[in-house]
């Protein structure tokens, strides 16, 4: 197909896949601009050149040296591309503040990195340089598009600066991570005094980046059509719900897609047994391998709860131990990867201990893991208090293992629940309920064991879920139609 469009979009953000991942954010900061980039957007990434993203790039070259940032000395702008999709990077090169041992915003003791304000606004900064009239680049954006509270700076600083200037998109990934600091770093920052009001950057007596972002940027978008109405109350807005209220015409919810090069039962590199709707036997397999893997009893009929989180309030799995005494009551297994508050890592490695044949936890990030559970796996849990859009519940569903979800943000509209209308009418991929509680997930966990008992049953879901469409196709269409239409309005 011919390109549609040259429209020129810098995608600004603090991680992506395969480079530096600790959540969804970095699968989307690779999958969309590879589908915007096949219907002819001129996509641009910019990332912070941490140490592991300078290993994994030995091709970059030099773009640009930046001299003015506000920052102290100079700061190179590197070009590479993106591994497998070829996708344009422009890295960041500023070894004191990026190049260092331990994640991109925390340490090796889990404490945010002290001067997050000062490596976020230097990201923020270059989007806004690449977006104005002073950028060093013969290229120039029509629109930089920023990703939470890490870019959410850039908009502020366009605003501020001289036209003419990229048209700009916050788009929020998780309200819960808002960059908060202290109000005196908006002038050191580089932001006019003026800047910090209720109309600005200030958020309740403090500076806040994703504030910043949400008052400042043109449009504003977030990763599902139900978050982006969840956002605009209580408590899901936390604190913005009033202003993301008032911008409600400047607010639109785009579902997440997946990758479905990396994530295909058909294909997947990390799987030992290839399978499709068609053929399921490979999915056996795989749970065999799974089970001998984790050392649990290598039984095919014991349905197996798989998760793949990170272990926060955010993702409900606080609810789940309180119900492990009546699920091992039944031939259940449950098989645990993730990390994150520790008193919930040590609740599952105990849980695992005490019930070595039934019970699995994996404290740590492992993707090859993670492939083999959504694969191996019968169920899989998804009990978040609030999920913005989610993607293991559209993995698990290619996957053929039906998910357990609580209908919230991306997780209401990406699965359909097995009620008899649905299973008549051939659209339920799993199962959804209505109350993150321990009552609420556990009459959920049961009602998907009871269908899970009926094979004909069973098999249906998983066809119907595998059968669906989530690639980004769709999505990156309705990024492209709303970038052209901001570009209209201002
Ligand atoms: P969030 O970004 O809120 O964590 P998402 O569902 O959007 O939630 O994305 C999480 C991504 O991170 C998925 O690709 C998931 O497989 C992956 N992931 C989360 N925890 C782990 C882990 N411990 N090991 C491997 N992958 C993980
Ligand atoms: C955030 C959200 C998650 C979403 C991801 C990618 O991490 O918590 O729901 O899927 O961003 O947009």
């Given at each position: 197909?011919?390109?549609q469009?040259?429209?020129?979009?810098?995608?600004v953000?603090?991680?992506?896949?395969?480079?530096?991942k600790?959540?969804g954010?970095?699968?989307?900061?690779?999958?969309?601009?590879?589908?915007?980039?096949e219907?002819?957007?001129?996509?641009?990434?910019?990332?912070?050149?941490y140490?592991?993203?300078?290993?994994?790039?030995?091709?970059?070259?030099?773009?640009?040296?930046?001299?003015?940032?506000?920052?102290?000395?100079?700061?190179?702008?590197?070009?590479?591309a993106?591994?497998?999709?070829?996708?344009?990077?422009?890295?960041?090169?500023?070894?004191?503040?990026?190049?260092r041992?331990?994640?991109?915003?925390?340490d090796?003791?889990?404490?945010?990195?002290?001067?997050n304000?000062?490596?976020?606004?230097?990201?923020?900064?270059i989007?806004?340089?690449?977006?104005?009239?002073?950028?060093?680049?013969?290229?120039?954006?029509?629109?930089?598009?920023?990703?939470?509270?890490?870019?959410?700076?850039t908009?502020?600083?366009l605003?501020?600066?001289?036209p003419p200037?990229?048209?700009?998109?916050?788009t929020?990934?998780?309200?819960?991570?808002?960059?908060?600091?202290?109000?005196?770093?908006?002038?050191?920052?580089?932001?006019?005094?003026s800047s910090?009001?209720v109309?600005?950057?200030?958020?309740?007596?403090?500076l806040?980046f994703?504030k910043?972002?949400?008052?400042?940027?043109?449009?504003?978008?977030?990763?599902?059509p139900?978050?982006?109405?969840?956002?605009?109350?209580e408590?899901?807005?936390?604190?913005?719900?009033?202003?993301?209220?008032?911008?409600?015409?400047d607010?639109?919810?785009?579902v997440n897609?997946i990758?479905i090069?990396?994530?295909?039962?058909a294909?997947?590199?990390?799987?030992?047994h290839?399978?499709?709707?068609d053929?399921?036997?490979?999915?056996?397999?795989n749970?065999?391998?799974?089970?001998?893997?984790?050392?649990?009893?290598?039984n095919?009929?014991?349905?197996?709860?798989g998760?793949?989180?990170?272990?926060?309030?955010q993702?409900?799995?606080?609810?789940?131990?309180?119900?492990?005494p009546?699920?091992?009551?039944?031939?259940?297994q449950?098989?645990?990867?993730?990390?994150?508050?520790?008193?919930?890592?040590?609740?599952?490695?105990?849980?695992?201990?005490?019930?070595?044949?039934?019970?699995?936890?994996?404290?740590?990030?492992?993707?090859?893991?993670?492939h083999?559970?959504?694969?191996?796996?019968?169920?899989?849990?998804?009990?978040?208090r609030?999920e913005?859009?989610?993607?293991?519940?559209?993995?698990?569903?290619?996957?053929?293992?039906?998910?357990v979800?609580?209908?919230?943000?991306g997780?209401?509209?990406?699965?359909?629940?097995?009620?008899p209308?649905?299973?008549?009418?051939g659209?339920?991929?799993?199962?959804?309920?209505?109350?993150?509680?321990?009552?609420?997930?556990?009459?959920?966990?049961?009602?998907?064991?009871?269908?899970?008992?009926?094979?004909?049953?069973?098999?249906r879901?998983?066809?119907?879920?595998?059968?669906?469409?989530?690639?980004?196709?769709?999505?990156?269409r309705?990024y492209?139609?709303?970038y052209?239409?901001?570009?209209?309005?201002?």
């Open positions: 197909m011919l390109p469009t040259r429209l020129k979009l810098l995608f953000t603090p991680e992506v896949t395969p480079l530096v600790t959540g954010l970095a699968d989307v900061s690779a999958a969309l601009p590879a589908a915007l980039r219907l002819g957007v001129d996509v641009r990434i910019l990332l912070p050149g140490s592991r993203v300078m290993e994994a790039l030995p091709d970059k070259r030099l773009a640009a040296k930046l001299l003015n940032t506000g920052f102290h000395g100079e700061v190179q702008l590197l070009e590479a993106l591994p497998d999709s070829g996708v344009p990077l422009l890295v960041i090169d500023y070894p004191q503040f990026y190049e041992d331990g994640g991109p915003y925390i090796h003791n889990g404490h945010d990195w002290v001067d304000a000062q490596r976020f606004a230097l990201l923020s900064k989007g806004a340089i690449l977006g104005g009239p002073s950028s060093p680049l013969d290229w120039r954006p029509d629109i930089v598009q920023c990703n939470d509270w890490q870019s959410g700076l908009p502020a600083y605003h501020f600066s001289p200037g990229a048209a700009t998109i916050m929020i990934h998780n309200m819960a991570f808002q960059g908060i600091f202290p109000p005196l770093l908006t002038t050191a920052l580089g932001l006019p005094p910090y009001s109309n600005g950057v200030e958020y309740y007596g403090q806040s994703l910043a972002g949400v008052f400042y940027a043109n449009h504003i978008t977030t990763v599902s139900t978050y982006a109405e969840e956002i605009q109350e408590p899901l807005g936390f604190g913005m719900q009033g202003l993301l209220d008032h911008r409600y015409l607010l639109t919810g785009i897609g990758d090069h990396e994530w295909n039962p294909t997947d590199k990390y799987l030992p290839h399978y499709s709707a053929d399921l036997s490979g999915k056996a397999a749970k065999r391998t799974l089970q001998h893997k984790l050392g649990l009893a290598e095919p009929d014991i349905p197996l709860l998760v793949v989180s990170r272990l926060t309030y993702k409900g799995l606080d609810l789940l131990p309180a119900i492990v009546a699920l091992l009551g039944h031939p259940v449950i098989v645990i990867l993730g990390s994150g508050e520790a008193a919930l890592e040590e609740e599952f490695i105990a849980l695992a201990q005490a019930h070595p044949d039934q019970i699995a936890a994996v404290i740590g990030f492992n993707e090859g893991l993670s083999l559970i959504e694969a191996g796996a019968d169920i899989f849990l998804m009990p978040s609030f913005p859009c989610g993607l293991n519940q559209m993995y698990s569903q290619c996957y053929g293992t039906p998910p979800v609580h209908a919230t943000g997780l209401r509209d990406t699965v359909v629940d097995a009620t209308e649905n299973m008549n009418n659209t339920a991929t799993g199962f959804v309920f209505n109350h993150a509680t321990v009552h609420g997930l556990q009459a959920c966990i049961t009602r998907a064991l009871d269908a899970y008992g009926d094979k004909n049953r069973w098999n879901i998983q066809v119907n879920g595998m059968r669906r469409d989530f690639s980004w196709n769709k999505s990156a309705e492209l139609a709303l052209e239409e901001v570009l209209q309005r201002i």
